[in-house]
């Protein structure tokens, strides 16, 4: 059994670091990351609000989580747990986020498709970084050397808001993307799945079928 | 008489312990995975959540930064009496569960559905969850507090299955639970896997949440031949041969528990429900006289709460 290669990253990366890159590489940032979920897209995109940082100069690290942490009566913040949130709901918002704010590092759980990566990953020279486990949220939020700024928590609430944070050897992430457009999780699916008739083998299908297991709605699934 | 200051504080020491300490029984099942997983990648993860739990506990900080939909489980003896009345009891467990949001902290997950409205504390229309539970043994005043801190998005699913689908048909919809939610890791496995066989629909599905939920790992079934389905399914799922996060491996359940309920005679219904990585549940039992007494198994699913009699009569159930 190998151990996997780990690195050490900046969150505003050179080129040549990402390049470097490989899938299933384990990964600790330094630097600034910023939180972004649902709230933070339709403000930023639909509602066309101006991002309150500089980007990608401050930070190229977009991180989909939201953090067990509260905001103090003399306005300090505390951060407990740090775990990321399922990737794939935000592929919409995405593309026009990445050419907008030159996100490098797109941090989150799951990850996205290889056709997400091949057509605005690699193009904007970005790669996935997946959380692990999950969640190491203990271990992420002892990475978390200070909370920098909340933004938008009164618009958003607390678990929406833009929270910045100062990354300090936090971590691990899991390299899932690289600069071919390649995913870790389809790679490890392929895998998976030469096994998967011999489990099923002596299994029936459902006397009653439903939705989704016919493509043609006028099919009774009965 | 137990006092409702006794409940609160004993519910945010609860709250505390659910978000923060593993349970021991999960992290048992959890170092013998990680002793017998081969797969690289799942190797790596299962290793980092096991120093996860530690840096939680050294820290005091929550295990996941997902901390879930905290709810509640009450069980009370049949003599017991609650200081207020059990209005009291529901008002000192939302109480406790706002409080601790902020405390541990945990995250703010509870928002209104359409409007999306967030309390920042976990409190709202209908939550946290209240459900109750009463038990003849022992005699006495006391109450069981049990906090679960549940995800709420994946590795959930229910079907109508027929008695013709057989044991088969109930076997397939559990890989299809597994693999649909397993993949990148959706599910958040290796898991305690939760099934609810009868039931109503709605049943059926509290049947399998607490499957998952108030039974712990090692645990089985007091019915004999369903305790044999509970070892094979967990083999079954084993055997997929995906691990942590989806990648290839050998461990994807940590224990399956299988509870039932009488259903519809024409009608098989299931749940499928995976307690995640983190598996946040707290237990304490207070007595009238104010002894607390903390502890990780709830021990929900007693004779009593199985029963299939009309009257419950212990002495004559022990002579059959």
Not at chain 1, 101 to 109: E, N, P, R, S, W
Not at chain 2, 182 to 197: D, M, T, V
Not at chain 2, 289 to 296: D, H, K
Request: one cysteine or more; aromatic letters at 8%.
């Amino acid at each position: 059994m190998s151990v996997p290669r780990e690195i050490r990253l900046s969150t505003t990366p050179t080129s040549e670091a990402i390049a470097s890159l490989r899938l299933g590489d384990v990964v600790y940032l330094n630097g600034l990351m910023y939180t972004a979920r649902e709230g933070v897209y339709m403000r930023a995109l639909a509602d066309r609000a101006n991002v309150p940082m500089e980007l990608p100069s401050e930070s190229a690290a977009n991180f989909h989580c939201s953090p067990a942490a509260r905001i103090n009566a003399d306005g300090s913040f505390d951060i407990g747990a740090v775990t990321a949130t399922a990737s794939f709901r935000f592929a919409k918002w995405l593309p026009e986020w990445m050419a907008r704010t030159g996100a490098k590092l797109i941090v989150g759980k799951g990850g996205m498709t290889s056709e997400d990566y091949k057509e605005y990953f690699v193009p904007n020279g970005a790669v996935y970084l997946s959380t692990v486990g999950y969640g190491t949220g203990a271990l992420l939020g002892r990475g978390v050397e200070r909370v920098e700024a909340v933004h938008w928590h009164e618009e958003l609430g607390l678990a929406q808001a833009m929270w910045v944070i100062k990354c300090n050897r936090m971590g691990p992430f899991i390299v899932a993307s690289d600069l071919n457009g390649d995913c870790l999780f389809e790679r490890e699916n392929a895998k998976i799945a030469e096994n998967v008739a011999r489990v099923y083998r002596g299994t029936k299908p459902a006397v009653m079928k439903r939705y989704g297991e016919t493509d043609d709605r006028t099919d009774e699934v009965i | 008489m137990i006092p409702i200051q006794l409940i609160q504080e004993t519910a945010e020491a609860l709250m505390d312990k659910a978000a923060i300490e593993i349970p021991q029984d999960y992290l048992d099942g959890l170092r013998a995975a990680a002793d017998s997983e081969d797969g690289d990648l799942s190797s790596f993860v299962l290793k980092a959540m096991l120093e996860n739990y530690e840096v939680a506990k050294e820290d005091r900080r929550a295990m996941c930064g997902d901390t879930g939909v905290p709810r509640w489980f009450v069980k009370l003896g049949n003599e017991t009496q609650v200081e207020g009345g059990m209005v009291a009891l529901e008002a000192a467990l939302r109480r406790a569960t706002a409080n601790s949001t902020s405390g541990v902290p945990l995250r703010p997950n509870r928002v209104h559905p359409l409007w999306r409205t967030d309390h920042n504390n976990n409190v709202g229309i209908g939550a946290p969850e209240i459900e109750y539970g009463f038990e003849p043994e022992p005699e006495g005043e006391w109450v069981d507090l049990i906090t679960v801190h549940k995800g709420g998005l994946f590795g959930t699913d229910y079907r109508m299955l027929f008695p013709s689908d057989g044991i088969q048909g109930i076997k397939r919809f559990y890989l299809d639970s597994l693999m649909a939610f397993g993949k990148r890791g959706l599910a958040c496995q290796p898991a305690i896997i939760g099934i609810g066989l009868g039931g109503s629909k709605d049943i059926c599905m509290t049947l399998g949440k607490r499957a998952s939920v108030l039974r712990v790992v090692g645990s089985r079934n007091s019915d004999p031949r369903i305790a044999e389905l509970e070892d094979e399914f967990k083999e079954l799922g084993n055997s997929i041969g995906m691990g942590a996060m989806g990648f290839v491996g050998k461990n994807m359940v940590i224990d399956c528990n299988i509870e039932v309920g009488f259903c519809h005679t024409g009608g098989m219904p299931m749940s499928v429900h995976a307690f995640c990585l983190s598996s946040r549940r707290a237990v304490a039992r207070i007595h009238a006289g104010g002894q607390v007494v903390f502890r990780t198994d709830p021990a929900w699913f007693t004779d009593y709460q199985r029963r299939e009699t009309i009257d419950w009569s212990p002495v004559r159930e022990a002579a059959e």
